[in-house]
């Protein structure tokens, strides 16, 4: 309580020094305020000109067009291009559609020129997607009104200048991509091709892998061992009962309609015939089962006509005996099985020695066709990539071309301009109001901190409490002046002046004030009248 007592009793002291010292406030002001209401007078006004424009990015043909085409965020686009207008290329088109390039008059004054247009020059969001606000402020409202249109216009053909920069760009890029990707094609194509010539046959059927296909021709293998195995065996039965037979018994018979007397090969023969024909019908003369049966029917031929020559002797030697003799007809047909069998085990030899050999080759060939398996899998792997990488462009090329189509129909973007550039009638600023009012502030603010320094300088005392803070000594009394009139007069005179000199300068500032909307009045009537 006591340290708050003490900070109030220190205010106090503090504000009864200034208040004593209140010429400093009265003569600070009228030194400070005068300068500053004449700079704020002189200055010039300033015109504001502005455009509101609104950017339609949704049209009817987006739907329409959605998954033929190549779809753009424009929204974003033209977020980008707004916040890229105030560049410098675009800032100096500006400058020099305006003719603000004349008054520059080097290099250095034309940077200036280019900064200051980057500063004045606002571009703002209106609080809706998409909806624009473009103002700049000049002493000169034509100047204003040119400057904000070409802006304006800068910032539609930033737009459809980029739309048709980034079409060509697409189209370079596809023509270039799809002109090497087609070379791609063709170099895999042609690899594909000479493997396909040089190593296709040593592959297996595409209808089983290499391994099932071994497997599948040891089998076939097997089971033609066991055929061969179950032939033989028939063929050594067969043999051994033909060792048992004799081989003619009774009247020999010939052969209807001939002389020629009938031999036990004829049956067979025949049958080796009918058999040679059903080959015949299944496969070629230079098929191994063919071959055999080609070869059993001649030698059985041999054999026949060996047998007819033994029978014309014996008959020559004799003739009354040649008659009574005939064939065995059971070691005929056993002459007819063993040959039959011997000509099926020939066979189902050339089968076991063809599947044998087939089995070795592709053993051989067990350590080479999963490499060259490998390499045509990569081929087709590279092959496949590149088509449909190639298809791919081809396919985003048409969509390119009908996307620029559908941004030349200018259907794509549209701006509306919703308030073209204008001038208002009355400035826009500088607010001098608000700047007279900024620099009867500072000035009484100012004259306060000099008259607080100089009280904090050279004191006053005016309690005796503080002289019992400045000093160790008691205070026993207080003794009032003996002329106080005087002093009340003196104090009253004071006041006297201040009041008037305060008043004075708030006078001034009134008067001020009025002036100014009294001003801008008369100039907004200037401005109607020459229009």
């Given at each position: ?449 000099i008259a607080f320094l100089r009280s904090l300088i050279s004191p006053v005392l005016s309690r005796a409490s503080q002289l019992k ?50 001003f801008g009045r008369s100039a907004e009537l200037l401005l109607r009248g020459i229009k």
């Amino acid at each position: 309580m006591k340290e708050l007592q003490q900070a109030i009793e220190l205010l106090y002291t503090y504000l009864q020094g200034v208040w004593l010292r209140r010429r400093y406030i009265v003569i600070t002001a009228w030194l400070f305020c005068p300068l500053g209401w004449l700079y704020v007078y002189n200055m010039p006004p300033t015109f504001e000109a502005s455009a509101k424009l609104y950017v339609e990015t949704s049209t009817v043909l987006e739907p329409l067009l959605r998954g033929l085409t190549l779809t753009k965020n424009s929204s974003d686009e033209i977020k980008l291009i707004a916040r890229t207008l105030l560049s410098r290329p675009n800032l100096e088109k500006i400058a020099r559609a305006t003719d603000l390039d004349i008054e520059a008059k080097d290099d250095k004054a034309f940077e200036g020129l280019i900064d200051g247009l980057q500063k004045q020059i606002q571009i703002s969001s209106a609080g809706r997607e998409n909806l624009y606000v473009i103002a700049y402020n000049n002493p000169k409202p034509q100047l204003a009104l040119k400057v904000v249109q070409e802006t304006l216009n800068t910032f539609v053909e930033s737009q459809l200048g980029s739309s048709r920069a980034d079409s060509q760009t697409a189209e370079r890029f596809f023509e270039k991509e799809i002109a090497d990707y087609e070379r791609r094609l063709v170099a895999a194509e042609i690899r594909l091709s000479d493997f396909k010539k040089n190593k296709m046959a040593m592959l297996p059927s595409s209808e089983s892998n290499y391994y099932g296909q071994i497997s599948a021709e040891k089998q076939k293998l097997e089971e033609a061992k066991l055929v061969l195995r179950e032939l033989e065996t028939r063929l050594a039965s067969a043999q051994s009962q033909l060792t048992g037979e004799e081989p003619v018994f009774g009247v020999m018979p010939y052969s209807s309609g001939s002389n020629v007397p009938m031999t036990q090969y004829d049956d067979r023969i025949r049958t080796l015939k009918a058999q040679l024909d059903n080959l015949l019908i299944r496969f070629t003369e230079q098929h191994p089962d063919v071959l055999e049966v080609k070869r059993r029917t001649e030698q059985l031929e041999n054999q026949r006509q060996e047998e007819l020559a033994q029978i014309a002797k014996m008959s020559a030697e004799n003739p009354g005996q040649s008659a009574s003799l005939n064939q065995n007809s059971f070691y005929q047909e056993l002459r007819i099985s063993v040959s039959r069998l011997s000509s099926e085990v020939a066979s189902a030899k050339v089968r076991v020695q063809a599947y044998t050999a087939k089995v070795a080759d592709l053993e051989s060939k067990l350590n080479l066709i999963p490499e060259i398996e490998a390499e045509f899998t990569g081929l087709n792997r590279d092959y496949d990539i590149t088509k449909s990488k190639y298809e791919a462009l081809l396919a985003r090329r048409e969509s390119a071309e009908l996307s620029r189509r559908a941004n030349a129909s200018d259907q794509d973007v549209q701006f509306n301009v919703i308030e073209p550039p204008r001038v208002p009638l009355t400035p826009s600023g500088p607010n001098r109001g608000l700047f007279y009012t900024l620099v009867l502030i500072v000035g009484i603010g100012l004259g306060v901190f000099i008259a607080f320094l100089r009280s904090l300088i050279s004191p006053v005392l005016s309690r005796a409490s503080q002289l019992k803070v400045i000093s160790d000594y008691p205070v026993f009394g207080v003794v009032s002046h003996t002329d106080k009139r005087k002093i009340l007069k003196q104090i009253r005179l004071h006041f006297f002046y201040f009041s008037l000199l305060s008043g004075g300068l708030l006078l001034c500032y009134v008067a001020l004030l009025s002036n100014e909307v009294l001003f801008g009045r008369s100039a907004e009537l200037l401005l109607r009248g020459i229009k």
